[in-house]
């Protein structure tokens, strides 16, 4: 189940960053958003197996953490994508993103698994 975690969480930021970088409203963008959104799921539902199966171990709170963390990426990755499609801006959302992104890619090298 790590295996499929982790390889969701690199393939949804390439996707993110994809869909970012393209025109807005253009079909290709719609297509990467919504197959990006069916990576959140995986993500989710792969990172919730792990984080139950990591609740028993002293390391619990740093779990805890890094989950809140990844909650926040994906959420943030949602945020940017439609405000941009709305054009609204998103500049401090960007820095706010690589910040919460750099801490959760940090528990995740630190913690044991």
């Known amino acids: 189940m790590l295996h499929l975690h982790l390889t969701s969480i690199i393939v949804a930021i390439v996707l ?5 970088m393209m025109q807005k ?3 290709a963008q719609k297509m990467t958003h919504m197959i990006l959104r069916l990576f959140y799921i995986l993500i989710l539902f792969s990172g919730g197996y792990v984080f139950s ?29 439609v405000r941009k499609e ?28």
């Open 25 to 27: 409203g253009s079909t």
């Open 16 to 20: 993110f960053f994809v869909s970012a």
């Open 53 to 81: 199966e990591m609740m028993a171990s002293s390391l619990a709170m740093e779990y805890g953490l890094k989950l809140l963390g990844g909650l926040l990426v994906i959420g943030l990755m949602e945020i940017i994508l």
């Open 86 to 113: 709305k054009e609204k801006t998103i500049g401090f959302l960007w820095i706010l993103f690589i910040i919460i992104l750099a801490f959760t890619l940090y528990m995740g090298y630190h913690l044991p698994l």
